[in-house]
């Protein structure tokens, strides 16, 4: 199984084949954001950022852009909008497929059945189940709002 990293330093080499620039500067800002995040660690004394560190990351920089998005969109800048939103598909490529409503709703069932959550005080045991098994596939500050819902918060 490659690594997020073997699939960043694939995309940037096809980039650079097809002669995509908004994809070579975007995988190369997903680079730099990824060795910042390194060095941090480093300096924390620990190891390399993990998979799923990478993938919290991506989401990050995902929300980053949307954010910007609705900035520009709201003070008539459609330009710098659309690049934006082609950053966001770039970066989007190397996530996992994000869960739809249905699905992120199932799995916050099973994971209030599976954590035995009852009330609202068990919201970190369930969201903490879900971070550990949908890492990347979910937008977790919906999820929380969903757990909260649920628990009758």
Not at 13 to 21: L, N, S, V, W
Not at 32 to 43: N, P, V, W, Y
Request: charged fraction near 30%; proline fraction near 3%.
């Amino acid at each position: 199984m490659t690594t997020l990293r073997d699939r960043f330093t694939e995309g940037l080499k096809e980039a650079m084949k097809a002669g995509d620039k908004r994809r070579l500067g975007t995988i190369r800002l997903i680079q730099s954001a990824l060795k910042d995040k390194d060095i941090e660690l480093r300096g924390l004394g620990k190891p390399p950022a993990s998979d799923e560190e990478i993938l919290a990351l991506l989401q990050k920089m995902t929300k980053q852009r949307q954010e910007s998005i609705a900035i520009y969109d709201a003070n008539a800048r459609p330009e710098l909008a659309q690049a934006e939103r082609e950053e966001v598909e770039v970066i989007a490529s190397f996530l996992p497929r994000q869960m739809d409503e249905a699905e992120a709703s199932a799995a916050i069932d099973a994971a209030i059945a599976e954590t035995g959550a009852a009330s609202m005080k068990d919201m970190g045991k369930v969201v903490g189940a879900l971070k550990a098994k949908y890492s990347g596939q979910m937008d977790f500050a919906r999820a929380s709002g969903l757990v909260k819902s649920k628990l009758g918060g």
